[in-house]
């Protein structure tokens, strides 16, 4: 079954600093990939999904995230944070007979203003 | 349009007493399933459902029962609670497989 990992679980920025968070899926073939967002006290939300086409995928708020077919990786990118972008981000995919959505552990991001 | 909803948001249990988490959706969604979330473990899925009678266990269903006799509709139940499941619950649908998942608001559960 597909699997995803994301190697940072904490990070710390200023604003207008950039953002690259790290996503590696287990293997190949066709995948459709996710990042969701977690803003304090909330329930997650979709920050942007690639299915198939153009391997740069923009979502809202100005994320970013570009598919890497040789690297295994789906990273979330943002060229400049806001303190708003204070949340945990998760990676996922969907695994497995049924394609329910299996999650990274999370990366918890904060911006300091 | 109200999506995923939840209840209830938070909720205090003496161990080995049971209860049921709700969840319904709007959106006659197939799919549907549930998350515990603790932290720097994620989201890990105890059950799931791809339709109505249909359901299957996840990664962590011990102490946890699940019915679907409605599209709607998809409670967790806990049988008998236990101190480790203390944790946040969340319960997402989509409309079929590898589609993106719309989540509630979550349940804040606390045993002890």
């Known amino acids: 079954a597909q699997s995803v990992s994301q190697h940072n679980h904490h990070v710390i920025l200023s604003e207008a600093a950039s953002l690259e968070l790290g996503c590696n899926y287990s293997?190949?073939?066709?995948?459709?990939l996710f990042w969701y967002v977690q803003y304090p006290g909330q329930h997650l939300q979709l920050l942007l999904k690639?299915?198939?086409?153009?391997?740069l995928v923009k979502g809202i708020k100005g994320f970013e995230a570009e598919f890497i077919k040789s690297k295994f990786s789906f990273n979330l990118r943002k060229p400049s944070v806001q303190w708003s972008d204070t949340a945990e981000y998760f990676c996922?995919?969907?695994?497995?007979?049924?394609?329910?959505?299996?999650f990274g552990r999370g990366t918890s991001l904060i911006v300091h203003p | 349009n109200a999506g995923v909803t939840q209840t209830p948001k938070f909720q205090v249990l003496k161990t080995g007493q049971s209860m049921t988490l709700q969840c319904a959706q709007d959106?006659?969604?197939?799919?549907m399933s549930w998350y515990r979330q603790d932290p720097g473990m994620g989201l890990r899925l105890i059950h799931y459902?791809?339709?109505?009678?249909?359901?299957d266990q996840g990664e962590v269903p011990n102490g946890y029962n699940v019915s679907r006799s409605t599209t709607e509709d998809f409670p967790l139940r806990l049988l008998s609670a236990a101190p480790s499941q203390t944790s946040v619950y969340f319960c997402?649908?989509?409309?079929?497989?590898?589609?993106?998942?719309?989540f509630g608001q979550g349940t804040r559960l606390t045993v002890v």
């Open positions: 997402a649908s989509s409309q079929f497989g590898g589609t993106e998942a719309f």
């Open positions: 293997y190949g073939g066709t995948v459709n």
């Open positions: 690639y299915f198939s086409g153009d391997p």
């Open positions: 996922a995919v969907p695994s497995g007979g049924s394609y329910i959505p299996t």
């Open positions: 959106m006659n969604h197939e799919y």
């Open positions: 459902s791809v339709g109505a009678g249909i359901t």
